[in-house]
């Protein structure tokens, strides 16, 4: 997978992000180019305030819709879209980032991570805990779009297969693994 570019917003709605943002870096920037949107599978519940769903306002008609093109990502169970971008990452070339990713660069390195639980077993123990799921930041919200659409790709592969393997080599090395990344 080649990761070309990114689109991040701040504080942003989903009829402003498409119509202001995602379709004119479309058209201007990727011209010619076939896509598809892969979007959290919660897009489709209908809002409690105006009753419309997020995926009628990415592809429905203009002036209420934007005509993107768009597919419901295959789940939106956390752990199995990490899964699939672990599978990439773990093959040789499996997935590339280009540098204009500044973003979902800086989520890689430290900012898409889990939070420290506040747990206190044992005063006089150095042991940290960490929360299941990421911290929601500036990084994690093109992580999840990322992870829809790595999930897509290698159609819901992940590199569990290879996990007890990579754990028994984890194990039997001599400094512990950085647990707080995302990845």
């Known amino acids: 997978m080649l990761v070309l570019d990114?689109?991040?917003?701040?504080d942003c709605s989903i009829h402003k992000f498409c119509a202001?943002?995602?379709?004119p870096k479309l058209i201007n920037e990727w011209p010619g180019y076939n896509y598809t949107l892969f979007v959290d599978p919660a897009a489709a519940q209908r809002s409690q305030n105006d009753k419309r769903a997020a995926t009628e306002i990415i592809g429905g008609r203009p002036?209420?819709?934007?005509?993107?093109?768009y597919k419901l990502g295959l789940t939106n169970n956390w752990v199995k879209r990490k899964e699939s971008v672990v599978y990439g990452l773990r093959?040789?070339?499996?997935?590339l980032l280009s540098p204009k990713c500044t973003v979902l660069r800086?989520?890689?390195i430290?900012?898409?991570?889990?939070p420290k639980k506040r747990i206190i077993i044992d005063p006089g123990s150095d042991a940290v805990h960490y929360h299941d799921t990421p911290e929601k930041n500036e990084y994690s919200h093109v992580h999840d779009a990322l992870q829809y659409a790595v999930m897509e790709l290698t159609g819901g592969r992940t590199a569990k297969g290879r996990?007890?393997?990579i754990v028994k080599k984890i194990i039997s090395t001599e400094g512990p693994a950085d647990s707080s990344a995302g990845y």
Do not use: C
């Open 91 to 95: 093959k040789v070339d499996g997935f």
């Open 63 to 69: 002036p209420l819709g934007n005509g993107l093109a």
């Open 6 to 10: 990114e689109l991040v917003t701040e």
């Open 110 to 114: 430290s900012g898409y991570h889990f």
């Open 163 to 165: 996990q007890a393997k």
């Open 20 to 23: 202001d943002y995602l379709r």
């Open 106 to 108: 800086k989520g890689f």
